[in-house]
């Protein structure tokens, strides 16, 4: 007697591998643009006189649209052609990184962060709507880490690259370039973007509303969850080149090796946890098991961040450091294939929209909360410290707020 054939589990076809491709290469430049600011940091704060405080406000007032258009956004991918969405996103926010490397006052600084915070918005939404319509459960996972991994490359090349080039000719031509070459993506993107419906063909009854989402303890566990993540990454993004320049005393050059390789680490670990974790739900573990392990301990690691602050010792603040950013990897590899599983195709756009403005604030409060931080008490130390406790909050929601990880059954309604 024969055993039973273990179900076949279908493989990522070529066209969607170069989608995948298309879509990282897009968020990498997305997080270069929305980062390099905090690379131009001391640069800029001299040139312009500002206070930390006003840097803080500076840093944050991207998230302030970035965070406030995610429930348009998560309306718009859901209801209009999600590949011409994105399309039109990217092109806001290139020419607003272009635009800014040509003013000189505060104020259409601001103003410009908020065009791009704008134009980015449409990114989280259109990639959870792309992937829960075309990739199975045991795809996502890679698929989703390699976007991830994408969030950490763009800021080790923009780090790298950008300090290297700022320190020689300044920080202004850095973003003429970056926004002006950005623009060559949407060509490619175009002629390869996703066609049909994939796998929401199957699912009739229009789409769920915002009421039905809220409905559902998970939603606000990866609401406040992906919250308190993003204040950790948001924490590092915006802070850590002006914290290595100016406490530690690194120079721009040093700064630049040391900023890309903590990013790079990050990329790898959140790679090869999407690579393990497809493998191991293709191999018969449940996706909620899988999941919440890497959030929830992820996250929990991610605490050792304040011992970067809590050294003296510039190698060993160092080493702590790319910990760190190696946990919140394994941590980043799995929130977005939470949500694109428990939402399905039919709300994933939506979903991911209300989670990412939840998630966003963090964005909002972490530059603003860590420059009044370091106003009141001249150093670091207590800015890492909030950093590493809203880490362990979003490590608990995940392993005990969070339910199950498996599809909502949606009730039929029109629209």
């Known amino acids: ?114 065009l791009l915070g704008i134009g980015e918005s449409v990114v989280y939404p259109c990639y959870s709507k792309i992937l829960a319509a075309h990739f199975h459960e045991h795809q996502r996972g890679l698929a989703n880490a390699l976007i991830d991994a994408g969030t950490k490359v763009g800021p080790a090349l923009g780090t790298l690259v950008g300090g290297i080039f700022m320190a020689r000719y300044g920080w202004r031509p850095f973003f003429i370039a970056l926004g002006l070459g950005s623009l060559f993506w949407l060509p490619g993107w175009l002629k390869w973007m996703p066609r049909g419906p994939g796998l929401a063909a199957g699912h009739p009854g229009g789409i769920p509303s915002i009421p039905d989402i809220l409905r559902h303890r998970s939603a606000w566990a990866t609401f406040f969850g992906l919250f308190c993540a993003n204040y950790f990454w948001y924490f590092l993004l915006t802070w850590l080149p002006f914290y290595l320049v100016r ?14 390789v903590a990013y790079f680490a990050t990329a790898s670990a959140t790679t090869m946890a999407g690579w ?15 999941r919440k392990t890497c959030t929830g301990a992820g996250l929990g690691g991610a605490t050792i961040i304040l011992a970067v602050a809590w050294v003296s010792n510039p190698v060993a603040a160092m080493v702590f450091l790319m910990l760190g950013c190696m946990s919140y990897g394994v941590y980043s590899s799995s929130h977005w294939a939470i949500t694109q599983t428990i939402a399905g195709p039919r709300a994933a756009g939506r979903w991911s929209g209300l989670q990412n403005f939840v998630g966003n604030l963090a964005g909002v409060a972490a530059p603003a909360i860590t420059g009044f931080v370091v106003d009141k008490t001249g150093q670091f130390f207590w800015a890492f410290a909030v950093s590493a406790g809203v880490a362990l909050i979003g490590s608990t929601v995940y392993l005990f707020l969070l339910g199950p990880v498996e599809p909502v059954v949606w009730r039929a309604r029109r629209g």
């Open 247 to 260: 406490e530690r005393h690194f120079s721009m050059n040093r700064m630049a090796t040391i900023g890309s």
């Open 276 to 290: 393990l974790s497809d493998r191991a739900i293709a191999a018969g573990a449940t996706p909620t098991r899988v």
């Open 1 to 114: 007697m024969t055993a039973p054939s273990t179900p076949l589990r279908p493989k990522v076809s070529g066209a969607l591998r170069g989608v995948v491709i298309l879509l990282v290469l897009s968020v990498s430049i997305n997080y270069v643009d929305r980062g390099n600011l905090s690379i131009a940091a001391p640069l800029l704060k001299d040139e312009l006189g500002i206070s930390a405080s006003q840097l803080g406000i500076l840093l944050s007032s991207f998230f302030w649209t970035y965070a406030a258009f995610q429930i348009l956004s998560g309306w718009l991918v859901d209801r209009f052609d999600v590949n011409w969405v994105l399309a039109a996103g990217f092109f806001v926010w290139s020419v607003a990184t272009a635009t800014t490397g040509l003013i000189h006052g505060f104020a259409m600084l601001l103003v410009l962060r908020l």
